[in-house]
């Protein structure tokens, strides 16, 4: 399957390219979208398949691996990618924006490229090397706007991904030093609980909580993702922290899966109930829109972490109750549509010149109605109401909690989805008002800085809808430890 | 074709609704074009399908979402008995909002949220598995709140936070309820009965009451109808259509279908639910009735008057015997044919005359004759005089109630008749026998026939099923034809 190879490749060579195209940078999206929507589908139709680089096989040479969750995220990086690109074409090409734009457009082409290496390796180190790519080009996007705060965000992102990377490699090291392979699927045949195998989990799971701003290491993301260029915003929300999330999930499900106690998966799970209620406390007191966003986005990976007690717990009793897993993966989906097309909404809300107060937003419903609706759509799967991606994550996970006797984690879930209903309807209490008669004017703009957030927001809801196909996806090649159950 | 008849349905009110957002402010004929155009062709397949479903046809639309959960339009008689009412009201109910809303801002917005209110009404209908109905209930909440906070100022604002703060709590514990109950049943499908018999009765009847609570905000049950008074604020034709079609409806619907698919006569019989939720029914009627008697704003009193009314159909539910359940069911059509008119009336009033209070009815008898005697037939059925509509339930409730061995439940409709009296006949006795308002400005006319005639058809229609009641296609004998099929052993 050399579609894998080149979906890495394309967007890196596109990410070149941009540097001396400059300006007409832009122009590159026209091949790239179109070819790379074409390769995520045919990854997804070749389910599961591996790619020897050069044809040589592990341990010496690099493997690309396309399982169907693999395929389900290059797919996701496919389709929010080409939204937030064409988004961006206008959003950067206002006068006042021109400057950023020369350094967006390589930026944004080789995350993409280092997101589908993410999405695709198998090879701890492979997986640091993308890891890392991922990181300084998310760094350098937060910086973008070259404001005092957004400096100071950047630098204390790349505190936290640096201190990460560092974590995680030096797991890496042990782990090499105890077993002698990096690929994840030999290392699974050969893992053994020993102490270095634990250091190896800890340090690796403490670096990527660190990258994914997991509760408590989540203090970065909130200035960073809100102070960020809305485009970049949406990538960094919607993709860059889920591919942490993804390594973790694969690292607890596929590697670690003998660690995987009761003790580990509730003390997973603790966090992640943390995350959920701090974040969506938090959310509800902030004042500018893009924050609550973002504080949002610290509550929303929080219920990723409930999938590790709720996996396969009543397997048993309903066998399609072993559903938690699958849940969390709807989930991780969902939340990258929905919060892309929330972060796109609410830049399209900031062009018309709504500012980014939430009580200075009034009107807005009436001169960017589209972006408006997107906002609302993607708000409901957010919230986990049907119809959409997010509701049926949420029904998934909650259904696995009752079926295995753990409703409290159920309790969770449902708490957050309230919290979650507070903070997102004071923005859309904001839409539905007039506009005061002494607040600055507001403009409309271009379609399609509306239309992007309305196309990713409508996917959210397709994806709870048109579900099968997506379910039947994931499924293909998942570890046994989806079906049985981690403790 | 046959499955395609309950889908095509459906897109009679979502494909106007997203036409309809996409259209400019200013395309008003367009718009209602596209708006009546949707009415009429969703009563023209509704027409067909009862046709079918009396000769005993029944029509499945099946999407799966994950293994073992499907999403299932299925058409039976007691979707079609709430569907068809809807079908009609909402024709009737885009003419009169067509009418009053005039030449108002943001109209695209609201009569596409508008359309896709009645959408999720109908998919509620229409829904025949528990998460089925649970997407649509869900779409009915989100489709809503718009209309409420439609006119965007301080006031619609805060209504439209505390009508979520009620609908989205119930929603979580529906919720709860629903994924409970599937996790140790498997998932429910209302056409497939006696699924759970054998479970441990403890647990559901835990699991009943989380997901009556759940239904009941909708419904209104005491003490959860606090939003219902608060939502009066929106528009007229918005009131009209939540108190007799869409949002309270949908909960008392719910809860028929809980009662009756979910566990069955049976079930509710032995594990002993169904009496508590009968007096919860009763002492809602009571209650209502009482604090509609203390408003004097007319379109509060007819809120508390719907808390108190809903709750006849959740009583001929709970009771859960033949009799009380013909009673019930049928008073899903009566109420909502008499509770729109009554609305319908009060909206006109308030846009013709500015009376919103009851103290400024006297003498409106004379100046809106056709609208204030659709709402006197109105209020005599909601009392329960013979032959209007509301005297044909509250006949059958309290023979039912008999049946069942619950003689309380005649004294609990008397109670409820004497207050409805009591709060109705005022309002009448003002508006045909007290002299005018000196104040008040002369009409020249009683209105635009678009703004009085659906009070007259419905308050008219309240009039002949009621009248009609013993031929096989009114809402009586559709009721008993439901309860004869489907629900006897």
């Known amino acids: ?473 994931i499924q293909a090649g998942n570890p046994l430890s989806a079906e049985v159950g981690l403790p | 074709m046959t499955g395609w008849l309950p889908v095509l349905t459906l897109l009679t009110s979502l494909l106007p609704a997203l036409i309809i957002f996409r259209l400019p402010e200013d395309r008003r004929a367009l718009r209602s074009a596209v708006n009546i155009v949707g009415a009429l062709s969703k009563l023209g397949l509704v027409t067909l399908m009862l046709a079918g479903v009396a000769a005993g046809e029944t029509y499945e639309a099946r999407l799966a979402l994950a293994p073992g959960l499907d999403l299932l339009l299925r058409v039976d008689g007691l979707g079609l008995l709430f569907l068809t009412l809807s079908a009609f009201l909402w024709l009737l109910t885009t003419v009169y909002a067509i009418a009053y809303l005039g030449n108002g801002p943001n109209q695209s917005r609201f009569f596409g949220f508008f359309s896709l209110c009645v959408a999720a009404t109908t998919g509620v209908a229409l829904s025949g598995t528990l998460i089925t109905f649970f997407i649509f209930y869900e779409l009915l909440t989100l489709s809503t709140w718009p209309l409420v906070a439609h006119k965007g100022d301080d006031e619609s604002i805060s209504a439209g936070r505390k009508y979520l703060a009620y609908t989205l709590a119930g929603s979580a514990m529906l919720l709860i309820g629903m994924v409970w109950l599937e996790s140790i049943a498997g998932p429910v499908e209302f056409a497939v009965h006696g699924q759970l018999i054998g479970l441990d009765p403890t647990t559901l009847q835990i699991i009943f009451f989380i997901l009556i609570a759940g239904l009941g905000v909708k419904a209104a049950l005491v003490p959860l109808y606090g939003w219902l008074p608060a939502a009066m604020v929106a528009p007229a034709p918005v009131s009209a259509l939540f108190h007799a079609v869409a949002v309270v409806k949908a909960g008392a619907f719910g809860i028929v279908r809980i009662v009756y698919d979910v566990y069955g006569f049976g079930l509710v019989e032995a594990l002993g639910v169904g009496i508590p939720l009968a007096l919860l029914a009763s002492a809602t009627i009571v209650w209502g009735s009482l604090r509609a008697l203390f408003q004097t704003d007319i379109k509060k009193r007819l809120a508390y008057s719907t808390v108190s009314q809903v709750s006849y159909i959740v009583l001929g539910t709970a009771l859960a015997g033949p009799t009380s359940t013909v009673g019930g069911l049928v008073h899903l059509v009566h109420q909502g044919l008499m509770k729109i008119t009554l609305f319908f009336c009060a909206g006109a009033l308030a846009e013709r005359m500015n009376v919103t209070r009851v103290d400024q009815l006297d003498g409106t008898g004379r100046a809106m004759p056709l609208t204030m005697f659709a709402f006197s037939v109105a209020a005599f059925g909601m009392i329960g005089l013979p032959p209007i509509a509301g005297f044909i339930t509250k006949w059958h409730l309290g023979l039912g109630g008999l049946e069942a061995g619950h003689a309380w439940v005649i004294a609990v409709l008397a109670a409820s008749s004497l207050l409805n009296a009591a709060y109705f006949l005022p309002l009448v006795y003002r508006a045909w026998f007290r002299p005018a308002n000196t104040s008040q400005e002369q009409l020249t006319s009683e209105g635009h026939y678009a703004l009085i005639g659906p009070a007259v058809v419905t308050g008219a229609s309240a009039l002949l099923v009621g009248l009609f009641a013993g031929l096989a296609y009114s809402p009586l004998g559709w009721a008993q034809m439901i309860v004869a099929r489907e629900y006897l052993p």
Not at chain 1, 102 to 118: D, H, Q, R, T
Not at chain 1, 153 to 181: K, P
Not at chain 1, 183 to 195: A, G, N
Not at chain 1, 385 to 402: E, N, R, W
């Open chain 1, 1 to 473: 399957m050399a579609e894998a190879a080149l979906a890495i490749v394309l967007p890196l060579a596109a990410g070149l390219v941009a540097v001396p195209a400059g300006r007409r940078a832009p122009l590159l999206l026209w091949p790239v979208i179109p070819v790379s929507l074409f390769l995520a589908w045919r990854v997804a139709k070749g389910v599961p398949s591996t790619h020897a680089l050069g044809g040589w096989d592990a341990p010496l040479g690099i493997l690309l691996r396309a399982d169907g969750l693999a395929a389900a995220f290059v797919a996701l990086s496919a389709i929010v990618a080409s939204a937030v690109g064409l988004f961006a074409v206008r959003y950067l090409a206002t006068p006042r924006e021109t400057r950023k734009s020369f350094a967006f457009w390589p930026l944004f082409f080789c995350l993409w490229a280092a997101l589908n290496a993410v999405f695709l390796s198998r090879d701890l180190f492979n997986l640091y090397v993308a890891l890392e790519l991922l990181s300084l080009a998310a760094i350098a996007m937060v910086a973008l706007d070259g404001r005092t705060a957004t400096i100071a965000a950047a630098i204390r992102y790349m505190l936290f991904a640096l201190l990460g990377s560092l974590a995680f490699l030096t797991g890496a090291a042990l782990l090499y030093g105890a077993h002698e392979t990096l690929d994840m699927v030999l290392l699974r045949d050969s893992l053994s609980p020993q102490p270095a195998t634990w250091a190896a989990a800890a340090l690796m799971s403490a670096g990527l909580f660190a990258k994914a701003a997991i509760f408590p290491f989540h203090a970065w993301l909130p200035p960073a993702h809100s102070g960020a260029p809305a485009p970049a915003s949406a990538l960094l929300s919607a993709l860059v922290v889920k591919a942490s999330f993804y390594i973790l999930f694969r690292l607890w499900f596929d590697v670690f899966t003998p660690l995987a106690t009761v003790e580990t998966v509730t003390m997973l799970g603790l966090l992640g109930t943390l995350a959920v209620l701090y974040g969506g406390a938090m959310a509800i007191r902030q004042k500018r829109l893009k924050m609550v966003i973002a504080y949002s986005t610290v509550a929303q990976l929080g219920y990723l972490f409930l999938v590790f007690p709720l996996a396969g717990g009543g397997g048993d009793a309903q066998p399609w109750a072993a559903s938690a897993w699958s849940g969390g993966v709807f989930h991780g989906l969902a939340h990258g549509l929905a919060k892309a097309a929330m972060f796109l909404a609410a830049g399209a809300m900031m062009m018309s010149g709504g500012g980014d107060r939430i009580d200075e937003m009034a009107g807005l419903g009436k001169s960017v109605p589209v972006a408006s609706f997107a906002f609302a759509l993607a708000a409901v799967s957010l919230l986990g109401l049907p119809p959409s991606g997010g509701f049926l994550a949420k029904y998934l996970m909650l259904t696995a909690s009752f079926a295995g006797g753990q409703w409290w984690w159920g309790a969770v879930l449902v708490a957050g989805g309230l919290l979650s209903a507070v903070y997102l309807f004071r923005p859309m209490n904001q839409l539905m008002r007039n506009r005061p008669g002494d607040a600055p004017p507001l403009a409309k703009v271009h379609w399609s800085l509306e239309a992007a957030p309305l196309a990713l927001a409508v996917a959210a809801v397709l994806l709870g809808l048109a579900s099968m196909a997506p379910y039947r996806l």
